[in-house]
């Protein structure tokens, strides 16, 4: 059997991806499609409109054949660790193909990966710029191009990722409409996520914008998962601890913990803090990022313990006769059914995390729970 | 001048509070009354239905003339500390007497006191009871009276405080009415803070209870401020953090920490979170405090660092003449306005406590904030 690789956060799944999962397969003559999915915390570190669960059933019963967790240790990451830890689980789950939406998939992505070990590392401590905007500078005058939208970034990531890891698949982007209005305003069948997400919202209709199954999960909602809920555990934990503890958190480091820390003294609502922290050194991902970190109480210690698995959210009966095709061969531990060692083991991470999630109301992620099956 | 002290919550402030300065005051010939007052936490560790600044307003408009606050690190302890704290500072404030209620007011709370040096210490470990009922049981053996009903345990408290400290105020003890239905049902205007208090989250009409400064100030509540709201902010910190660490938190001892962790990664509300941690060897006013604690991620060295002070909350002209003629010889110091710099420094504790408290939707409860004057 042959497989084609996604790696998705599926936030809702909707009729777009449907569309892209068709399209991935068609291109690839693939027989099984194969998810790597984050879990309740997306790359920026934000909740889920709905809990990992819900996302897997609805991807398998589009078309997805095998959903596997991307550990929130490489799912909450800028694109590069994200990338390379999204691609390390597919690499090692044997996928021919991975492909990928991208603003601009015509692009020689391998080529900028290759211009950018000439790059000038010494030039990149500006520290009234983000690391982004110096490399950019840097990229468009080598390429001609910079690198500003969202998935030219992440395709990029994935070439980058592919090259240092010397992974066997193949790279396949393809276009992918994505543009500022997009993700506002929902565009008929094939909508953004980020405008799907926004019309839940306002309370808007959003059935013929995705299928029955996220459509029926969506209308359960009694609250809508957000960081204005999350911020009083935040504000909290860093008005309590003291600087120098703040500071043993990933990422929270040189002067950042007192500025966090201020912010949440004088602060009472999510928004208005992280318009308090904004500087031009922090993009609002990383600190969006940060804020997980933090409210995780994440470690630099936690980070250093943490070694990638293949935690299997569920299959169809496709999926499970490739994962029992491949799951012999496979380099990572692959964790099916979550018991208390795990939890407090390598599993904890994300246990913790969707602890943190269960304060939305949601049941619980983790524990005891195995893979869904559609078999 | 002359002054009588008093040690209270006024969590609310209400006629039997008024009743019971003037009969101090008139039993004692003062000129003033001092009431060194719990802030925005009560002994149990349990959040005051109002902010400190409405109760200590209601005070001095009803007869107190001074308000110093009890710092949070006394104020949230057991019988012995709380009492020590409290008249550690009313000592310092020179008060000529201190008068209390007491259920039984003729027992001979002195000779307990002398009772219990004889008492045999090796014979308090039986970890299966707590340390309050195998007391009682030596004390009954000797004195014929055990301490059971809440005022005569304070009582015991200040005369064995007022022992050790060798202060020089005289303790007067006053017949309390307080009983377990007082505590439950409205009796009238005159009425116990726990029934009025059960009587406001019952939508019920207080009015005749309380004065109108109370009456004005509950009325103006939006939510009553309680345990299950700040409830997510400890079990997160609880799951979120490793029980090594857990471990150095006040009072949070010898796998105490363990059974707290679990209980919050399986508990939902403060409620059944309570009864699961619940064992005969810890009272729940035990537990309610070590919950505090957590949530004010209180250290053993955060308690180390600690030394008391006079806060002071408010005063009439009265209040401002008297604390005219001690200051000069007061042993601790005297915090009027609190600054940017007390705000991480002697006073961190309070401070942390009241951004706690905040939380409830009061407003900044320290920084910059001077005394009510009534003058």
Known sequence: ???????????????????????????????????????????RGEPTILDKWSRTL????????????LPVAD???????????????????????VVFGAEHPDWDFAAMVKAEQDFNQAAFHQFNNTYATQFNQQLEAVTGHALTDPNDILAF??????????????LQPIQRVDNHYADQQLTGAISSAGAIRQAVKGHQDVTETVP?????????????PNWEQLYPLLANHLIQTPAPLLEQTYQVKEGLENRLKEAAERHRDFTSFLKAVKTKRYTYGRLMRVAFYLTLNLSDQDMANYHPYHRVLGFTAAGQAYLHQVKKELSY????????????????????????YQFFGTPEQDLTRGPIRLV
């Open 75 to 97: 799912a909450v990451q800028p694109a590069h660790r994200f990338a390379m830890g999204a691609l390390s689980l597919l690499n090692d789950l044997q996928v021919a193909d």
């Open 157 to 170: 990531a994935y070439h980058r990722a592919k090259a240092a890891g010397d992974f066997g698949f193949h």
């Open 333 to 356: 531990p692959l964790i099916t059914k979550v018991n208390q060692r795990m939890k407090n083991a390598e599993l904890a991470l994300d246990y913790r995390a969707g602890k943190l």
């Open 58 to 69: 609805a991807a398998l019963q589009n078309g997805v054949d095998l959903v596997v967790e």
């Open 212 to 224: 029955v199954q996220t459509a029926s999960a969506l209308a359960k909602l009694t609250t809508i």
């Open 1 to 43: 059997m042959k497989a084609v690789g996604l790696v998705v956060e599926y936030n809702p799944f909707h009729n777009g991806h449907r569309y892209h999962l068709a399209q991935a397969k068609r291109l690839t003559g693939a027989d099984v499609v194969v998810a790597v999915m984050s879990g309740d915390f997306t790359q």
